[in-house]
């Protein structure tokens, strides 16, 4: 198993809960399906406080919190509501890390972003698929954590948005043991190019708004080009 097979795991999950999410689900059951899928396509584990995915819809989607005080929302889906799934999965020590805001519209979701009818949820979907294509086009070999971080939230402010990162940061290193990362944050002078991979994960919402929208790919060098996993 390489990073991209996981990746492509954590795709593939994505695709599987978005085609059976309707409005009345419980969010406990939308974890245990996409826990059991991946655990049936490749995952031995999940290396994240044990946790295969995170799962958290309406209000909560605008708040952060560590892995490790996670607990799943005995809440339903709503005819219209907004779901953000983060999914951590792992075989023999190596990681996949992927989440995705999902949009429920009229009992069903939304799988092209164009078609959401919210005009607040499609404008923040659109502003994170923005922010990646922002930052793949900003680093280079050279570039550093902290040059990342700064130069992000100066992007995401300018867009009119808010962090909510619990931490601040934006991301973290690929590593095979969960304290070993490092962040995408102040005062870490490290390149990126010298960890093996990085996620990137915005989190942000428009300021004072009950909904966030959060979008997480990992990415790595290969031959001095940034790719996506």
Known sequence: MTIKDMQNLNRDTIKYISS???????????RNLCEKYLLS????????????????????TAISVS?????????????NDIITIDL????????????????????????????????EWRNGLITEEYLHKAMQEYVTVDTTFEE????????????????????GN????????KNDRIYIEKGNKTKLSSVKAFTFEPHISIPNSSYGYKMENIYSFNNGKLIED
């Open 67 to 79: 892995g490790r005080e996670y607990k799943t929302s005995d809440i339903k889906i709503e005819e």
């Open 170 to 177: 934006l991301g973290h290193s690929i590593v095979m043991d």
């Open 88 to 119: 951590s999965p792992q075989n023999n020590n190596i990681w996949g890390d992927y989440a995705r805001t999902v949009i429920i519209e009229n009992g069903n979701v939304v799988t092209e972003i164009e078609k959401i009818q919210n005009d």
């Open 41 to 60: 396509h490749g995952a031995d584990s999940f290396w994240y406080w044990d946790v295969g995915a995170f799962v958290f819809c309406g209000k909560e």
């Open 20 to 30: 059976v999410i309707k409005a009345g689900m419980n969010l406990n059951e939308i």
């Open 148 to 167: 990342l971080y700064y130069h992000i939230n100066k992007i995401i402010i300018e867009k009119g948005y808010v962090n909510l990162d619990f931490m």
